[in-house]
């Protein structure tokens, strides 16, 4: 395909469509529910991506933080071990690559406070991208 960012950073989608049904949102009428890729298929694409000379992804969904819910995060293998499809357990996982991961589209539900120590310790970036309307309790 045709890359249209810079070479430095890349988008790595992780899931399509979204589960929730905020009054005010289009999305899951746009995009349907949520369907997460595998976290091996991820991952071979952000291994593909860091070798290729990219310094920063950009991890982005519609919901990243529900990523693997609707799979009932089925494992996968990537390399010679398995990966369960969690937010936490990709967040790992693409931090080993090196480079620098950026978390967005993060809805502050589910699982979000488990990724705060991978930021702690520099393994992703201290970033969330949280779309600002879901301070509305609609």
Request: aromatic residues 10%; contains cysteine.
């Amino acid at each position: 395909g045709v890359k249209l960012t810079p070479r430095h950073y890349a988008y790595l989608k992780i899931s399509e469509g979204c589960n929730n049904r905020c009054t005010f949102c289009i999305i899951p009428a746009l995009r349907g529910d949520l369907v997460s890729r595998p976290a091996a298929d991820v991952l071979r694409e952000a291994e593909k991506l860091a070798k290729a000379g990219v310094k920063e992804i950009l991890v982005i969904s519609q919901d990243t933080s529900a990523y693997g819910i609707d799979i009932k995060y089925q494992t996968s293998i990537f390399g010679d071990r398995e990966v369960r499809a969690t937010f936490l357990d990709l967040a790992e996982e693409l931090g080993k690559l090196g480079i620098w991961i950026r978390m967005h589209y993060v809805y502050p539900y589910p699982h979000v406070a488990d990724v705060i120590p991978l930021m702690a310790e520099g393994k992703i970036l201290p970033y969330l991208d949280i779309p600002f309307q879901h301070a509305s309790p609609q």
